[in-house]
């Protein structure tokens, strides 16, 4: 099995090292992306459900310290979101606009460049292609067309690229735009989950208000009703 991949990998001609080489790079961001794009890896579901009670409670303090432990995509946002939760609603959600862009490109890692060979493993293919060509024409010129052995370096070295490129795009734009539409779905569960955030601050916010009001009428009244000395 080996050897006849080495054999087929010494006739397809010298466009065989750059092919083999993008097809190692798409399957290992294939790996990557797979792992890392797994739904459990951005939500954390043991730290979102901790963190939503904790926010209920005021500790923000203490989500912040579990956000820094727990670094990612949300837990990310939800640290910029704790850092700005003195603003108003438009405040917060801004802040926590910003930071969900500047995540979206973590999410995205890598799928540019897989997109890139999905494109340009055909292109070079073809491009196998055309110098096999050139080299039958050569022979061509020189012997002539009865010699089918000498012709047949060149035809195999075009057939053998233009399949390998085509064996190597296909799987990795296939990929490409799964990887993409998982991105997409991710991003807008941020989004939702972005929006629940700001509430849960502003009701926090709210209730921080009222139990401020409360303490400052307590005192207001303690002073007055303390008997002049």
């Keep these: 099995m080996i050897n006849n991949l080495l054999e087929i990998f010494s006739r397809g001609g010298m466009l065989m090292a750059p092919l083999f080489l993008c097809s190692v ?4 961001i294939v790996f990557e992306r797979a792992i890392n794009l797994k739904r459990k890896k951005i939500f954390l579901p ?3 459900n901790m963190v939503h009670g904790l926010i209920d409670e005021g500790k923000l303090q203490l989500v912040h310290k579990i956000c820094d432990e727990n670094a990612g995509p949300l837990t990310n946002i939800i640290k910029v979101g704790i850092e700005n939760s003195d603003q108003d609603r438009e405040g917060i959600k801004t802040s926590i606009i910003d930071a969900g862009r500047q995540e979206v490109p973590v999410l995205e890692k890598n799928l540019p460049l897989l997109g890139t060979i999905a494109g340009i493993s055909p292109l070079l293919g073809l491009l196998g292609t055309v110098t096999g060509m050139i080299k039958v024409f050569q022979v061509i010129s020189v012997q002539g067309v009865g010699q089918a052995g000498a012709l047949a370096g060149g035809i195999s070295e075009a057939l053998i690229t233009t399949a390998t490129g085509l064996a ?3 799987p990795s734009l296939v990929a490409y735009n799964y990887f993409v539409h998982r991105v997409e779905i991710l991003i807008l569960d941020i989004e939702k989950y ?3 955030l700001v509430n849960r601050l502003i009701k926090l916010n709210a209730k921080n208000r009222v139990a401020s009001n409360k303490e ?6 303690h002073q007055s009703s303390s008997p002049v000395q």
């Design 168 to 170: 190597i795009a296909v």
């Design 216 to 221: 400052s009428e307590f005192k207001l009244e």
């Design 194 to 196: 972005s929006l629940q």
């Design 46 to 48: 043991q730290v979102v």
């Design 25 to 28: 790079i798409a399957l290992g």
